[in-house]
């Protein structure tokens, strides 16, 4: 069955460092795009980060800039986000997807599947 695997969410202090890992199963979705993307309690789901197939492009929202990094390894079939610097307000639940195809990537509608969730808190 298809399903993406994440794993790497957790606690942290601020200042501090998580690398996310998702890992697609069931499937090899190496000519996709995929995306992170983070839901806060009481929130929309919101874009994080996206990557393009063969790594040939990548794209963040402001507000992680400078501090977040998304990677992948077709070999192993999975995607990563890096996370350094974290701040309290990076604190959510991050979801992994496959993009549906196109040339946007900043909104959930453009993604077709979705993997279950990771929570990461932040602490003051």
């Known amino acids: 069955q298809v399903g993406l695997i994440e794993s790497g969410g957790g606690l942290v202090q601020a200042g501090g460092s998580l690398r996310l890992s998702c890992a697609p199963s069931?499937?090899?979705?190496?000519?996709?795009?995929m995306g992170w993307f983070r839901q806060a309690q009481g929130q929309e789901r919101r874009f994080v980060a996206a990557i393009r197939p063969l790594s040939t492009g990548t794209y963040y929202a402001d507000s992680v800039k400078g501090r977040f990094t998304i990677s992948r390894d077709n070999a192993k079939n999975t995607v990563y986000l890096q996370m350094n610097n974290l701040k309290p307000e990076d604190t959510a639940v991050y979801y992994c997807?496959?993009?549906?195809?196109?040339?946007?990537?900043?909104?959930?509608?453009?993604?077709?599947?979705w993997g279950q969730g990771t929570q990461v808190t932040v602490s003051s």
């Open positions: 997807a496959v993009h549906g195809g196109g040339s946007y990537y900043d909104s959930v509608p453009y993604y077709d599947y």
């Open positions: 069931g499937r090899t979705f190496n000519n996709y795009a």
